[in-house]
T-cell receptor, first 114, second 112 residues
């Protein structure tokens, strides 16, 4: 593992379910991020937290709800998702909020919405 | 036109070959240029980072930035099967996460 741990690794959920993705970092970083990676598409930034405060919300639908209870943990709560939300969801952390040159990514959660 | 264009491949080369991976971009404000490597079922890991123009070398890897042509390259010398992965270019105009733009990735396969 890279120091950023994501659980679960795989998740299949129905459109009416509620589930949560978890991310934990042991690197002492102060910023954490959620990214969405779809096949053959660039990574899409979803949310940015710096010192547990949300600093970016990249026009993400409200069916995705992030939570950052402390600087080591980040959650993504999911409800009433659509099949097009099926993707790899990646968590990343960095020493401070910045533009990508200090990111450590987790291995991701492969989400399938049925 | 996309801000960052990257050929998706797949690119297949024999072991020991020199590999050239490229991205073009349209935003002249980009100053930070990165290459990430992503193995199957893993998250991306930062491989090379360059600020502004010029070359940067790290072992078998060389990153090159040509701002006049809006073109960046990653060269891999003496390629190994363990280099088989998807390579993502990324670039940023500033220090905010919202300003980083990733390419779609090039899938590279090194044949033994």
């Amino acid at each position: 593992e890279t120091g950023v741990t994501q659980t679960p690794r795989h998740l299949v959920m129905g459109m009416t379910n509620k589930k949560s993705l978890k991310c934990e970092q042991h690197l002492g970083h102060n910023a954490m991020y959620w990214y969405k990676q779809s096949a053959k598409k660039p990574l899409e930034l979803m949310f940015v937290y710096s010192l547990e405060e949300r600093v970016e919300n990249n026009s993400v639908p409200s069916r995705f709800s992030p939570e950052c209870p402390n600087s080591s943990h980040l959650f993504l709560h999911l409800h009433t998702l659509q099949p097009e939300d099926s993707a790899l969801y990646l968590c990343a952390s960095s020493p401070k909020q910045e533009g990508g040159y200090g990111y450590t990514f987790g291995s991701g959660t492969r989400l399938t919405v049925v | 036109q996309k801000e960052v264009e990257q050929d998706p491949g797949p690119l297949s080369v024999p072991e020991g070959a020199i590999v050239s991976l490229n991205c073009t971009y349209s935003n002249s404000a980009f100053q930070y240029f990165m290459w990430y490597r992503q193995y199957s079922r893993k998250g991306p890991e930062l491989l090379m980072y360059t600020y502004s123009s010029g070359n940067k070398e790290d072992g078998r890897f060389t990153a090159q930035v040509d701002k006049s042509s809006k073109y960046i390259s990653l060269f891999i010398r003496d390629s190994q099967p363990s280099d088989s992965a998807t390579y993502l270019c990324a670039m940023s105009a500033g220090s905010s996460a919202s300003k980083i733009i990733f390419g779609s990735g090039t899938r590279l396969s090194i044949r033994p």
